[in-house]
């Protein structure tokens, strides 16, 4: 299963017009998509407010990740303040998969931004967080803070926003978006042999442990007939015709 590392804001000092920093909202982002990572399996480091971008990067570049992705709000230059709105989703130029994850934030970002038509992926060589990161990186700046319009959206919306960050790295990691449940235990039950515990919720789909029959799991998620499961610190999809809920 995918591994991302989640990287708000750490720029406590970036005040939103309303009200709040740039670190306080782009914390209750990544707050909110909690429950939807879990649900689907994706697993995360997340850096803490007191870091820096520079040390965000050295965490995540000590790790192997599958994505990094870090969350900010923008701000107008000095004299335009308040003039700008838009999201901006930035990759590095020489990164086809972080490419291709921007353009499936951004193409995803239209559908809850008010203004779809300035929602646009871009290319960069001068943002630390996509060019210095061992991994595919998005950097997301959604909204203007010092934009009473975009401060109110990103404020009001703190949980579709959430919602839809994690169906885009659905999408990018090509596995089916579950909704969030409270998790349950449940227990193996198999007439014979082990339960295969996969990384897609597909017959076909690799091996990521053999479950013995008895065996408790936490189910964190279901699509269809399959159980979004983690067995002793593995995550993937079983079979839920084969786990009993208790």
Same mark, same amino acid.
């Given at each position: ?42 697993? !995360?480091?997340? #850096? ?6 520079? @040390?965000?990067?050295?965490? &995540?570049?000590?790790? =192997?990740?599958? *994505? ?75 909204? !203007?803070?010092? #934009? ?6 990103? @404020?009001?919306?703190?949980? &579709?926003?959430?919602? =839809?960050?994690? *169906? ?79």
């Amino acid at each position: 299963m995918p591994t991302i590392y989640l990287s708000p804001s750490t720029q406590e000092g970036n005040m939103y017009v309303i009200g709040g920093s740039e670190e306080f909202y782009t914390n209750l982002i990544a707050d909110a998509m909690v429950p939807y990572l879990r649900s689907n399996g994706i697993q !995360y480091t997340r #850096n803490t407010p007191e870091m820096t971008a520079a @040390s965000s990067i050295a965490a &995540s570049n000590r790790g =192997n990740y599958d *994505l990094h992705l870090a969350i900010h709000s923008n701000a107008a230059p000095e004299g335009q303040y308040g003039t700008y709105r838009g999201v901006d989703v930035y990759y590095s130029p020489i990164s086809r998969n972080g490419r291709r994850a921007a353009e499936i934030f951004a193409k995803n970002l239209k559908s809850i931004y008010p203004l779809p038509s300035r929602v646009r992926a871009i290319s960069t060589t001068s943002i630390g967080e996509v060019t210095q990161t061992r991994a595919p990186a998005v950097f997301l700046e959604l909204g !203007y803070h010092d #934009n009473v319009q975009d401060a109110n959206w990103i @404020s009001n919306n703190i949980e &579709s926003i959430a919602r =839809n960050l994690v *169906l885009s790295l659905t999408e990018y990691f090509g596995i089916p978006f579950v909704e969030p449940m409270t998790p349950m235990r449940g227990v193996v039950s198999l007439t014979s042999g082990t339960l295969n515990l996969r990384a897609r919720p597909n017959l076909n789909a690799r091996i990521i442990a053999r479950i013995p029959n008895g065996s408790s799991l936490t189910v964190v998620g279901q699509w269809q007939d399959w159980y979004v499961v983690n067995y002793m610190g593995n995550v993937g999809y079983v079979a839920s015709r084969y786990v009993n809920i208790i």
